[in-house]
């Protein structure tokens, strides 16, 4: 029997992506074939306790130099905490949820941690958990490709 083939689409070093969960539209992303996870940039991350004593995690998705940051906080009830290598080589625990993310117009659940990023250029990072799964390869010469193939293939009115 003969192995169907998979086509893999290109993404760029650096993709426009949405989350339609956060209602957060082209979100400026840096694809990161050395990460793993990949990692949303929140602020004042904390795990409070519901009146019925269940565990939430509470964020603020970006921050307020950010041209889509509403000040409204996220809660998350399914989290974990895991060590995660940051990009200097530390390991520290991080929050991480499931959520989901649109490329191509595609929806696709992957995982990220939720940590402080106001210090990186992009507020997203795409690790290889959702390369892989995707099935995706990246071209570093190439940037926004997913956006540009929507302008493409939606019909104009």
Request: net charge positive.
């Amino acid at each position: 029997m003969k192995k169907q083939r998979i086509l893999k689409r290109v993404v760029g070093r650096r993709e426009l992506v949405d989350f339609p969960q956060f209602e957060l539209w082209g979100v400026e992303a840096k694809v990161d074939t050395g990460a793993f996870t990949g990692a949303l940039h929140c602020s004042d991350i904390h795990v409070a306790n519901r009146p019925d004593g269940r565990p939430v995690l509470r964020v603020l998705l970006l921050d307020d130099e950010h041209p889509q940051f509403n000040g409204r906080p996220l809660e998350f009830t399914e989290f974990l905490l895991r060590d995660i290598k940051s990009s200097n080589g530390e390991v520290q625990e991080r929050y991480v949820i499931s959520t989901v993310i649109r490329l191509f117009g595609e929806d696709f659940e992957t995982e990220f941690s939720l940590s402080d990023r106001s210090d990186m250029r992009y507020p997203v990072l795409i690790g290889r958990l959702l390369l892989r799964r995707g099935r995706f390869v990246v071209d570093v010469g190439r940037r926004n490709v997913s956006y540009r193939f929507l302008k493409t293939t939606r019909p104009q009115p």
